[in-house]
């Protein structure tokens, strides 16, 4: 899971299917003022080790992310290794162009966010229940009390 939005943005959709997501924890909310870059590089830098971070950018007219919002972007991913400055310009950029008017000024931009956890799949593939299979023959055949040579050069 390196360079998760380093370069480039990393939406929740953009993880390969062979990782299991757990996006079991609470929200949180964050408040970064209107994109203050600092403030999301405090956000980044308070993130520990190998922690990995959903984020829901929305904004709000009001400062409480508990009154009516509107989404700016589809859900992504940071690390503690994540890129401040390209964070900041995708959200200067998608509130720029888009397709609403914010009559009241200012709007405030938030983060909702919430720690997730990644696993890798493990898919059962043919060769897999194959291998599977074998495995449980030899313990059979072994709990009868017969002979067998087992060959790990077959595996």
């Known amino acids: 899971m390196n360079n998760i939005t380093q ?3 990393t939406f929740l959709s953009d993880i390969d299917q062979n ?3 757990d996006k079991s924890e609470k929200y949180y ?17 308070n993130i520990r080790g190998n ?9 709000t007219t009001t400062r409480n992310p508990k009154d009516p919002y509107l989404r700016l972007s589809d ?23 888009c397709d609403f008017y914010v009559e009241t000024t200012p709007a405030y931009l938030y983060f909702k966010y919430k720690k997730v ?11 897999n229940i194959k291998k599977d299979l074998l495995i449980i023959g030899i313990i059979y055949k072994l709990s009868e009390n017969l ?3 087992f060959d790990s050069s077959k595996f």
């Open 75 to 97: 859900q992504f991913i940071v690390t503690n290794q994540s890129n401040p400055k390209l964070i900041s310009d995708y959200l200067d950029d998608k509130y720029t162009n």
């Open 29 to 45: 909310y964050f408040n970064l003022g209107q994109n203050d870059i600092d403030k999301i590089r405090f956000f980044i830098s």
């Open 7 to 9: 370069q480039n943005i």
């Open 147 to 149: 002979y067998l040579r």
């Open 19 to 21: 990782f299991e997501i």
């Open 51 to 59: 922690d990995i971070f959903l984020i829901f950018p929305f904004i």
């Open 117 to 127: 956890f990644v696993n890798y799949r493990k898919f059962a593939t043919r060769a």
